[in-house]
Every structure is written in structure tokens, then in C-alpha cells.
């Protein structure tokens, strides 16, 4: 069943969110045409501290009753976007529709996508009064963790899905892969005790792993089981709801989760037939615990085998660089930010971009002294010479009040600006790769490579230092 509704997932697809950074603004029309549907009961269930709309979506009029929740964190919206084709999914009509007519049969759904409106808008983790809503279910002082609260007590559900994005450098064991897919039947005491109910959601992630392990084949871990007693998950399982918790990470190739997306939308689907039919009775709660664990061995980038001579010395070193992203009003609403976050010995770690630079020498990058008018001067052709000769950055007479990072070819600075490019932790990733002759093989312009000796890649930067 997963690789029928996987493979079919393009005519699913919500086409109007194609991006993560979507806003409450986005997903409100999609959910108000529900209405038009009988499928669909939607209401509005509750406000956000800045009184935006929290929706319910209802399908389905089986026995077993199952609530879905996504974006309880702002951030973390991969599986919003899945839950938007599930709704299309299941209003479609098609050669599917034995499957979609199991699943609204044997399951009564509910849907709460987007709990944290207000993190969305700005695409952060907590909500407007800066509390993390996964660390509330106790003191329920916001009100959206008193909604899922009260949606949980009210509609009393079989089961519960808690839909989350994780970081992209979480990775199976240790075996370098990302872990773009984690799940969990969270511990609901410290002594992670397995019951019915637990029981009940091992199994069911059992069955998720085999449906979606034909498709990230070695790329599914297991999140954590370490009891958090503020945790919805962890309460909702102690309250009686089989819990199974999804996370979102890395994907080689999709920084905006849209494969990742698929993988959702066909491992939800997977769940909820499963789930109908009670066909987690057929696994066991052995294969759960053999699921591998998240650890953290990615980077972005790593540097592998590069010589660095400073102060006398002539050190081998590997170097691990992370791209963080910081939020700002442009148009992909945020830019790259980079930092070297480790030096020395990495062969256990891995990088979703890795250079062998065995042979060449690490060499700060340089500060074009001569200010140049207006950033539009560095063509194609002019960025490509100075970073030839070994520059990073060069000095602007002015610094535009109004920029796009992304539009940034190289670094610049302001004609008195102080710049260090030295090698060090936690600063920029800018500097250049040589060979023995001195010709620059790689350029690193806020952690992204450049080979001279081919194009530049599409996804490339500097910042305004």
C-alpha cells in the first residue's frame, strides 16, 4: 500500500505550498474550502495567544478514533504540508479508493495541522509568549497546549500522532546516513516501562519502518526514549492514547523537505490503514527496539585531509562546517550563515557535502582593499578572478541599506570594516584550498565550495560582514 499512494503522491500534492516558510495566511483558504466537501467536518477549535484561527479537521466514521496534530513547533512545518495532501488525498477519486475507503471506514480522524500558528509566522520554535508548547502539557499555560489538551480529553483517541521536524544532522547510529525519518512511542515514566497502550504504537511504528524503509532504505532511526515528564507525547501515552511520535530531518538534496514530505504523507497513510484494520497485532514489539538510534555524526560540509600552517606549525586537519540558517525579511525568508564548528580528527563524521582535500593547503581568506561602487560590478566573471587570487571578501564605498544575501556572489564589507578570516571555531567558514604551487583549487565563501574548476553552484553566498 505505501508504494501505491508514494509513487502516486504527485496528483496529491498541494501545489499552492511548495516551500517550508508557509504562513497561517497560506493554510487558512485551503482548510476553509474543506468546508464545501461532507467529507470534511472543519471548525475552528481555538486561538493562539495572537488570536489566530487553530483548526479541526474531521474525516472518517470508523471505531477507531486517531488525532493528528503537526507543528506544535513553528520551525517544523514538513508535516503540515503532508497532512494538506492527505486532504486531498482523501477527497480524491480514483483507482485509490479501496484504500482511502478502508481508512475513513475503519478510522473517525482528526486533524490539528498548524497548533502553533504564531511560531509559524515566524517560522521559530516556541510560540508568541516564548513557551515551548512540547514542554506545557503540564502547566498548560498557553493556550494552544489547553486545546490539545482539552481535543485529547474530549475525543479520548485510540491512538495520537505527534508530527515534528528534527535537526538535519541527526544520523542512524553511527553510520553517517541522515536520519530522515525517526519515530518513537514515547517513555511515559522514567523507567520507560512498556505497556498495552505503548505496546500498541511500538508495533505500529514497526509496521511504518517496513513501509518506508523501501524507500530511505537505512535512512529510519529511533528517536530517543528518554522520559520528558512536561512532554504531550510522553503524557498523552501515560493518558491512555497509543502515541507514536514522527520526526522530519535531513535528506540529501531536499533542503525544503519536499521528498521528505512524500515520506510522510505515504507513511501516515500507511499508519492509519494499519491502524483500521488492527494489522499491528501481526508485528512484534522486539523489531521496535532493533530500529537504530538517532546519534549526531553530520555536518554540512566536512573538509577532509587539509594542511594548515599557522604560527610555525604545519597541521593535517579534517573541518567540520555547519550552514545555519537566520531568519530575515527576504524573499526566501532567511539566509546562510556559516561556522566552523570543528577541527581536527573527523574520520567518524560525514558531511551531506564532503571534499577530499588531501595535497592542498588551507589559506584565510583575503580582503579586496580596493572598495568597489556597488555590488553589481562582480559579474559572473570578476567574482570567479577574485576568487582565483584568493579573495573572500571585498570592501563596498556603500553598503546597501536594503540586500538579499543569496544575491551576494562574495562577502563584503564596509570600506572600514575589520574582517578576520583566520581559522577558527565558531567563526565564518571563508578561505581557500591551494595546491603546492599556490593555484586555488576551492574556494569557501561563508561555508560554500566553490571548484574552480567548474561552474559556480547554484546554491552559493556571501554575507554582509
Do not use: C
Amino acid at each position: 500500500m505505501a508504494r501505491l499512494v508514494f509513487d502516486e503522491h504527485g496528483r496529491y500534492k498541494e501545489a499552492s505550498i511548495t516551500h517550508r516558510r508557509f504562513k497561517h495566511k497560506d493554510l487558512v483558504p485551503l482548510l476553509e474550502k474543506l468546508r464545501q466537501n461532507p467529507l470534511f467536518q472543519v471548525q475552528v477549535a481555538g486561538k493562539s495567544v495572537e488570536k489566530r484561527d487553530i483548526y479541526l479537521v474531521k474525516a472518517g466514521t470508523g471505531k477507531n478514533k486517531v488525532l493528528l496534530w503537526s507543528q506544535m513547533h513553528g520551525d517544523e512545518s514538513t508535516a503540515t504540508m503532508a497532512l494538506l495532501d492527505i486532504f486531498n488525498f482523501l477527497q480524491a477519486s480514483d483507482e485509490l479508493d479501496p484504500i482511502r475507503q478502508e481508512i475513513l471506514k475503519n478510522n473517525t480522524l482528526y486533524f490539528v495541522p498548524m497548533l502553533n500558528p504564531d511560531g509559524a509566522e515566524r517560522f521559530i520554535r516556541r510560540n508568541a509568549l516564548e513557551i515551548d508548547l512540547n514542554r506545557d502539557a503540564l502547566r498548560l499555560q498557553s493556550p494552544e497546549a489547553k486545546l490539545l489538551k482539552s481535543l485529547r480529553d474530549s475525543i479520548k483517541p485510540d491512538f495520537g500522532f505527534n508530527l515534528h521536524d528534527q535537526s538535519r544532522l541527526y544520523t542512524v547510529g553511527t553510520t553517517g546516513k541522515p536520519a530522515t525519518i525517526s519515530f518513537l512511542a514515547p517513555a511515559f515514566n522514567h523507567a520507560q516501562t512498556v505497556n498495552e497502550v505503548r505496546e500498541r504504537a511500538m508495533k505500529t511504528i514497526v509496521g511504518m519502518n517496513e513501509s518506508i524503509q523501501q524507500f530511505i532504505p537505512g535512512q529510519v532511526a529511533k528517536y530517543s526514549d528518554e522520559h520528558e515528564p512536561r512532554a504531550f507525547g510522553d503524557n498523552i501515552q501515560k493518558w491512555g492514547t497509543s502515541l507514536i511520535l514522527i520526526e522530519s530531518g535531513g535528506y540529501q538534496g531536499d533542503p525544503e523537505k519536499q521528498y521528505i514530505r512524500q515520506l510522510n504523507f505515504a507513511a501516515i497513510l500507511s499508519a492509519l490503514q494499519i491502524i483500521g484494520e488492527q494489522g499491528y497485532t501481526r508485528y512484534d514489539k522486539k523489531d521496535y527496539f532493533k530500529i537504530p538510534q538517532n546519534e549526531r555524526y553530520l555536518f554540512d560540509v566536512v573538509l577532509r585531509k587539509v594542511r594548515y600552517r599557522d604560527q610555525g606549525r604545519d597541521t593535517l586537519l579534517d573541518i567540520g562546517i555547519l550552514r545555519n540558517e537566520s531568519n530575515a525579511n527576504t524573499p526566501q525568508g532567511f539566509f546562510h550563515r556559516s561556522s566552523v564548528e570543528e577541527i581536527g580528527d573527523m574520520s567518524v563524521f560525514s558531511g551531506y557535502e564532503e571534499v577530499n582535500a588531501e595535497g592542498l593547503v588551507l589559506t584565510p581568506g583575503k580582503v579586496y582593499e580596493t572598495p568597489l561602487d556597488n555590488v553589481e560590478v562582480l559579474t559572473p566573471e570578476r567574482t570567479r578572478e577574485l576568487l582565483a587570487s584568493g579573495y573572500t571578501t571585498v570592501r563596498l564605498q556603500k553598503i546597501p541599506v536594503e540586500y538579499n544575501p543569496v544575491d551576494l556572489p562574495l562577502n563584503v564589507v564596509a570600506v572600514n570594516g575589520k574582517v578576520n578570516h583566520s581559522l577558527a571555531l565558531d567563526r565564518g567558514a571563508n578561505f581557500t584550498l591551494r595546491t603546492p604551487d599556490g593555484q586555488v583549487r576551492y574556494a569557501i565563501v561563508n561555508g560554500f565550495i566553490y571548484d574552480l574548476s567548474k561552474e559556480m553552484p547554484a546554491l552559493f553566498h556571501g554575507l554582509v560582514l
